[in-house]
């Protein structure tokens, strides 16, 4: 591959990275998920899956959050926390939810 494909590639994945960012900070969790689903995996990077992470966190989806992080290989730190922040803020969210219950 030529350098000038390497550059597209890379911006073709930064356009993708941007939607899915996007898609989770306007809630739209499940569009986010499907454009992950679409991404190569040879794309995926810690970036992607801290934006994904972020998208369900924003939409409720933890079932599919949990999926997704089972499914990473390489999980470093700020993947994890991504991970942990969404397990507390859906924690503290359920606590609220039976108080008024």
């Known amino acids: 591959m030529s350098k000038i494909d390497y550059i597209y590639i890379y911006m073709f994945f930064n356009l993708y990275l941007f939607k899915v960012n996007a898609y989770g900070l306007n809630g739209m969790g499940l569009e986010a998920v499907e454009l992950y689903q679409k991404i190569s995996y040879n794309l995926h990077n810690e970036v992607l899956y801290i934006c994904l992470l972020n998208a369900c966190s924003h939409s409720g989806l933890l079932n599919q959050a949990r999926s997704i992080f089972n499914g ?29 219950i």
Request: net charge neutral; proline share 0%.
């Open 72 to 100: 990473i290989i390489n999980k470093t730190e700020k993947i994890t926390c991504a991970m942990v922040c969404l397990m507390l803020l859906t924690l503290f969210l359920c606590q609220d939810f039976f108080q008024i």
